[in-house]
């Protein structure tokens, strides 16, 4: 076998490295000695470095849609780390480059064009991230999760691969997911996923019902770092987390609905699982709306409930959670039609193709 190298990149939130993660082991498996380019204090350095991976720091400026005075620094940090990535990528010799972008990536995709080594970017979303936007001109091919993003990828560079998935997330044990919890009472399981950093609205609204839901859930709720309430924390049926990595397979394995953000990794990674969920996507206030998007597919698709994040109230949250849980069998019934499955194997294979 050859030997090979692939150098990947992606950051500033966990949703830019856990693909990159799922594809790894399958990496490896045809030959590639894989490598990473990310920032010095990205979330992305932790979740690599804890993986024995070679891990390769550049400067990046953050890209912003919105006025900030830091908008007239960060393009000269951008500019900085285009060439610190030119000399990395110019030693490394990588036969191709994976982007899962976040803004790192940007930089990583313009040296490694300068350096005729052809790049695959991996889009999650409906709509291409600004990083993504910016990196595209410079890419070989785009993967992408949904199939409405076809349409905006121009150049015939858009493959239709879904979303890679990590192998492990299917060995979780139910079994194991209760015991974590120590629950007692046999009832159905309900988890709140609020993203990697956790939601305030999502938490607060589930705190407020929380006497009305717990008469009939069990409840997991991952609410994010500093977001535990110690005031719950003697309610044997309510089992809270600040952040989840090796059990997190069995909680979910465990979990019979979920309430969820719209990232586009998640959601994939439910409907891999076939679990129904409740989706609260991302105000656009505060983001560019690709959460709604997503939402929205998933919604007409038949796999999940939406409610707007600002529409989200105690009342309105319990009767779509109700809905979904007394309608289990319609959800599931779409669910298990999907054609959606796994990215990996599709992705490794344009990987594969397109490597120098």
């Given at each position: 076998?050859?030997?090979?190298?692939?150098?990947?990149?992606?950051?500033?939130?966990?949703?830019?490295?856990?693909?990159?993660?799922?594809?790894?082991?399958?990496?490896?498996r045809?030959?590639?000695?894989?490598?990473?380019?990310g920032?010095?204090?990205?979330?992305?350095?932790?979740?690599?470095?804890?993986?024995?991976?070679?891990?390769?720091?550049?400067?990046?400026?953050?890209?912003?849609?919105?006025?900030?005075?830091?908008?007239?620094?960060?393009?000269?940090?951008?500019?900085?780390?285009?060439?610190?990535?030119l000399?990395?990528?110019?030693?490394?010799?990588?036969?191709?480059?994976?982007?899962?972008?976040?803004?790192?990536?940007?930089?990583?995709?313009?040296?490694?064009?300068?350096n005729?080594?052809?790049?695959?970017?991996?889009?999650?979303?409906?709509?291409?991230?600004?990083?993504?936007?910016?990196?595209?001109?410079?890419?070989?091919?785009?993967?992408?999760?949904f199939?409405?993003?076809?349409?905006?990828?121009?150049?015939?560079?858009?493959?239709?691969?879904?979303?890679?998935?990590?192998?492990?997330?299917?060995?979780?044990?139910?079994?194991?997911?209760?015991?974590?919890?120590?629950?007692?009472?046999?009832?159905?399981?309900?988890?709140?996923?609020?993203?990697?950093?956790g939601?305030?609205?999502?938490?607060?609204?589930?705190?407020?019902?929380?006497?009305?839901?717990?008469?009939?859930?069990?409840?997991?709720?991952?609410?994010?770092?500093?977001?535990?309430?110690?005031?719950?924390?003697?309610?044997?049926?309510?089992?809270?987390?600040?952040?989840?990595?090796?059990?997190?397979?069995?909680?979910?394995?465990?979990?019979?609905?979920?309430?969820?953000?719209a990232?586009?990794?998640?959601?994939?990674?439910?409907?891999?699982?076939?679990?129904?969920?409740v989706?609260?996507?991302?105000?656009?206030?505060?983001?560019?709306?690709?959460?709604?998007?997503n939402?929205?597919?998933?919604?007409?698709?038949?796999?999940?409930?939406?409610?707007?994040e600002?529409?989200?109230n105690?009342?309105?949250?319990?009767?779509?959670?109700?809905?979904?849980?007394?309608?289990?069998?319609?959800?599931?019934?779409?669910?298990?039609?999907?054609?959606?499955?796994?990215?990996?194997?599709?992705?490794?294979?344009?990987?594969?193709?397109?490597?120098?």
């Amino acid at each position: 076998m050859r030997n090979l190298k692939i150098i990947m990149t992606g950051g500033g939130s966990a949703g830019h490295v856990t693909p990159n993660l799922a594809l790894i082991p399958g990496l490896k498996r045809l030959g590639y000695e894989v490598e990473y380019i990310g920032t010095e204090n990205g979330i992305e350095k932790k979740i690599i470095c804890d993986e024995n991976i070679k891990y390769n720091i550049i400067s990046s400026g953050k890209l912003r849609r919105y006025f900030d005075l830091k908008n007239f620094s960060d393009p000269f940090k951008v500019l900085k780390g285009v060439f610190e990535a030119l000399k990395i990528i110019r030693k490394e010799k990588p036969n191709i480059v994976f982007s899962k972008g976040g803004f790192v990536s940007v930089p990583v995709v313009i040296g490694a064009y300068l350096n005729r080594v052809p790049v695959i970017i991996h889009e999650s979303d409906i709509t291409p991230g600004l990083a993504n936007k910016i990196s595209i001109p410079f890419a070989t091919k785009v993967c992408v999760t949904f199939p409405e993003s076809l349409k905006h990828i121009k150049g015939n560079k858009a493959i239709l691969t879904g979303t890679p998935i990590r192998e492990e997330l299917f060995k979780g044990s139910k079994i194991k997911g209760k015991l974590i919890c120590a629950f007692e009472e046999e009832k159905p399981i309900l988890m709140i996923i609020g993203g990697s950093l956790g939601s305030k609205i999502i938490n607060d609204t589930v705190r407020e019902m929380l006497d009305k839901l717990l008469i009939k859930y069990n409840i997991i709720h991952i609410c994010g770092k500093g977001n535990i309430a110690n005031n719950l924390l003697e309610i044997k049926r309510y089992k809270q987390f600040e952040y989840v990595k090796d059990e997190l397979t069995h909680l979910m394995a465990a979990a019979d609905i979920f309430i969820s953000r719209a990232g586009a990794n998640v959601i994939f990674e439910l409907l891999a699982l076939k679990k129904p969920s409740v989706l609260i996507p991302l105000s656009a206030k505060a983001s560019r709306g690709d959460q709604i998007l997503n939402a929205e597919s998933f919604r007409k698709s038949g796999f999940s409930e939406v409610i707007q994040e600002e529409e989200l109230n105690p009342n309105v949250l319990y009767n779509k959670l109700n809905y979904v849980f007394e309608n289990k069998s319609l959800f599931m019934e779409k669910i298990n039609k999907s054609s959606s499955n796994n990215g990996v194997e599709n992705v490794l294979k344009v990987i594969q193709d397109c490597t120098k």
